[in-house]
């Protein structure tokens, strides 16, 4: 994906054209915080000024932090809110308007949302295919102006399947797909080495008996034989049509890392070991992980840790994954380890921007989009107050 700037992005009757600044505001730019006021324009930021005054007319932020707004580049969450339960479909406007609406207020301004494509359509409990509907309503509704926040699309090619050739074939270049991530779950590698998580998950979601879970497994093998190798091709030239950013997933060895590499990739979510995360470093890769692996200490699948890695400076950006309100939570959780917040802010503002050549935000600065986050500290937690979303009040 060439490097771009949005614009335009909100119907001419709502982008707004008024002034207003924010005063006695900690401001967080990519390089120091101080306090000062910060001027918006219509849908950018005018102008930033290091002061202690209030000027006539400003919003006084009584020394509540002022940040870029978040930037998501893998979540889950809208696939959460079209499925709330195993095999419970739920309207999809119903769920888009939802799920727009949640990650605004938690701060996330910009965010790529991952669907699935490739499926396996026979047999019980196997992935039906979603992406390509459920992209055109979220597009319709951008287009519309029903949405708060900047939306992208996230393909996530699952090489492990029947369908991924044709379904990638449904998107171009008009569909606003900024990233494709490799996905491969074939069982006893990467996310799921450890062969009894991989077991107790998979018959947990689907409901599986030990016979049916046999069968599963089974069928994933043999498909990765048969087609993996064609279909992880087919997404990498797939993702070049598009113009889309190239991901890997769950890197485990620095065998799997160096094949990243040769496919140009420069963005590694969630590697699951050190060796992954330190290979990702020579390559110069950058590493994503889980906002959740943080707060919680530790990865759900018995992976690496995310603080591991911030502590052996490997961690660039940070995803909120399964939980929108971890992205904000685990930025301050960084801030702390390194004692460094305008490092920490970048994680999930600045870099990820900048992964996925968005040009026009993620920092504090004159002629950046407007979209900002204020945020004042609550004892050991952090609560957002308002959410802007180029120059409009969106939370």
Known sequence: MNSRMETATLPASEAPENEITFANARLVLEEQEFTGTLTIHGQTIADICETGTIPPGAIDCQGDYILPGLVE????????????????????????VAHDAELASTGITTVFDAMRVGSIPSGKGNYRKYAREVSRELLTMRTSGALKISHFLHLRAEVCSETLIEEMAEFGPDDRVGIVSLMDHTPGQRQFRDFSKFKSYIMGRNGFSEDEF??????????????????????????????????????????QVATSAGHGIRLAEFPTTIEAAEACRDARIAVMMGAPNIIRGGSHSGNVSAMDLAERGLLDIISSDYIPSALLLAAFRLASLWDDLPRAIRTVTLTPARAAHLQDRGALAPGLRADLIRVSKAGETHLIREVWSQGRRVG
């Open 214 to 255: 046999l069968v599963h497994m089974t069928k994933l093998k043999s498909l990765r034989e048969r087609l993996g190798d064609a279909h992880e091709a087919k997404a990498v030239e797939e993702a070049g049509r598009y113009g889309a950013v190239l991901a890997s997933h769950d890197d485990t060895t620095a065998g």
């Open 73 to 96: 580049l893998h979540t889950d969450n809208l696939e959460r809110h079209i499925e709330p339960r195993p095999r419970v479909a739920w309207p999809h406007k119903a769920a888009l």
